[in-house]
C-alpha cells in the first residue's frame, strides 16, 4: 500500500481516541431512518374534547368524516374502538401516530359492561405482538400495542365517578394512564386545584397506579429538573382543545373566544396543554419502554405460564414486501422440509440399530 493512499484517508477522530463517542449518532442516524411509533388511546365521556385535544396536540385532523349520534342513539349506543393512524413528520423526523378512540363510553343509561371492549382491545395488542415476536420472520413487526392513555375526567363533577374507578383498577396493570382534566376553561383556578387534590386523593384511595414521570439523575441540568417538577406538579393536567386561530394581541394564537376574553390552549396561565404536550413529547420514549418491560412482559408471563401454546403468526408481510420476502420464505420452508426428513432418516437409522443388537 502506497504513502499516498494512506495519507489520503480523512480521519474524523482527533488523535489520543477510538472513536465510540460517535456510536449514539449511529443510533441516531438510524433511528432517524427507521422512523417512529407511537399509539395513544384517549378514554372519557362523549363530549368532553377528546377529538379537539389529540388534533391540537399533534396539529393534525384525524377525524375529517366524523359523524356525531344525536341524544337517542347515544343512550342504545355501545363502546367501540376507533383507530385512526396517521404518518407526522417534522424536521425529518417521521412519526406513525395511532390514535385509539372510544366513542359510547359512559353514555349508555347501563354503564356496567362498557369497559369490556377496552381491555379486550388492549390484550389483543398485545397478543397480536407475541404472536409476531413468536414467528419466523420478525423484522417486519408493527408495534400496535398501547402506550399510553388519557384518561378524561369531566370538570362538572366532584371527583372521579365509580365507573372512572372501576376501569381504572383495570386498566392500571396493562397501560400507563396519565389523568386528564378536561374542558378546564369552565373552572376557575382555585376550583381546579381543588378538583385536582380531590382526584389525587382518591386515585391513591383506591390504589390506582398512573404514570409515574421518572425521576431525574443528579448529572441533569437545573432547567430540565424544573421542567420535570413542575409536571409532576401539574397531574392531573387540567387542559382545554381548540383548533381555532384567533387573533390576539397582533399575535395568531389557537384557542377559544368568550364574550369576556380569549381563551390561549398554548399559554401556561390558562391551562395546562403545553405541560401535557411537553410530558407525552419528552417521555415518549420512556413510555414505550415502560409498556414493553412492564405492562407487556407482566402480560407475556401470564400468557405462557397458563401453558397455553401461543398461536402461529397468521399476520402477512405488507404488499409491497411480499415479493422481496416470499424467495427469501420459500428457500427457509425447504430448508426446513430437508431438515425434518434427515432427522426421519437419522431416527429410522437408530431404530434399526437398537433392533439388531441383542
Not at 414505550?288 to 418491560?293: G, H, I, N
Request: hydrophobic fraction near 35%.
Amino acid at each position: 500500500m502506497s504513502s499516498d493512499s494512506i495519507k489520503s484517508f480523512n480521519n474524523v477522530e482527533s488523535p489520543g481516541f477510538v472513536g465510540f463517542a460517535n456510536l449514539p449518532n449511529q443510533v441516531h442516524r438510524k433511528s432517524v431512518k427507521k422512523g417512529f411509533e407511537f399509539t395513544l388511546m384517549v378514554v372519557g365521556e362523549s363530549g368532553l374534547g377528546k377529538s379537539t385535544l389529540v388534533n391540537s396536540l399533534f396539529l393534525t385532523d384525524l377525524y375529517p368524516e366524523r359523524t356525531i349520534p344525536d341524544a337517542i342513539a347515544k343512550t342504545k349506543q355501545t363502546v367501540k374502538l376507533d383507530a385512526s393512524t396517521v404518518e407526522i413528520e417534522e424536521r425529518g423526523v417521521k412519526l406513525r401516530l395511532t390514535v385509539v378512540d372510544t366513542p359510547g363510553f359512559g353514555d349508555a343509561i347501563d354503564n356496567s359492561d362498557s369497559f369490556r371492549a377496552i381491555i379486550q382491545y388492549i390484550d389483543e395488542q398485545y397478543e397480536r405482538f407475541l404472536k409476531d415476536e413468536s414467528g419466523l420472520n420478525r423484522r417486519h413487526i408493527i408495534d400496535n400495542r398501547v402506550h399510553c392513555c388519557f384518561y378524561f375526567v369531566s370538570p362538572f363533577g366532584h371527583g372521579l365517578k365509580p365507573l372512572d374507578i372501576e376501569l381504572m383498577k383495570k386498566l392500571h396493570n396493562k397501560v400507563n394512564i396519565v389523568p386528564v382534566i378536561a374542558k378546564s376553561d369552565v373552572l376557575t383556578k382555585k376550583e381546579i386545584q381543588k378538583l385536582k387534590k380531590r382526584i389525587l386523593e382518591e386515585i391513591n384511595a383506591n390504589g390506582i397506579k398512573i404514570y409515574p414521570l421518572p425521576d431525574c439523575d443528579s448529572d441533569e441540568d437545573e432547567d430540565y429538573k424544573e421542567q420535570v417538577k413542575q409536571l409532576k406538579e401539574a397531574v392531573p393536567f387540567a387542559v382545554c382543545g381548540a383548533n381555532q386561530l384567533l387573533e390576539v394581541r397582533g399575535k395568531k394564537v389557537r384557542g377559544r373566544f368568550y364574550p369576556w376574553g380569549v381563551v390561549e390552549v398554548e399559554n401556561p396561565e390558562h391551562c395546562d396543554f403545553i405541560k401535557l404536550r411537553t410530558m407525552l413529547i419528552t417521555h415518549m420514549q420512556d413510555l414505550q419502554e415502560v409498556t414493553q418491560e412492564v405492562h407487556y412482559e407482566n402480560y407475556r408471563s401470564e400468557r405462557l405460564a397458563k401453558g397455553v401454546p401461543v398461536p402461529k403468526r397468521t399476520t402477512s408481510l405488507p404488499e409491497h414486501e411480499k415479493n422481496s420476502g416470499s424467495e427469501k420464505d420459500r428457500i427457509l420452508q425447504e430448508k426446513e422440509a430437508e431438515l425434518k426428513r434427515m432427522q426421519d432418516v437419522i431416527a429410522k437409522m437408530q431404530a434399526q440399530i437398537q433392533q439388531q443388537t441383542p
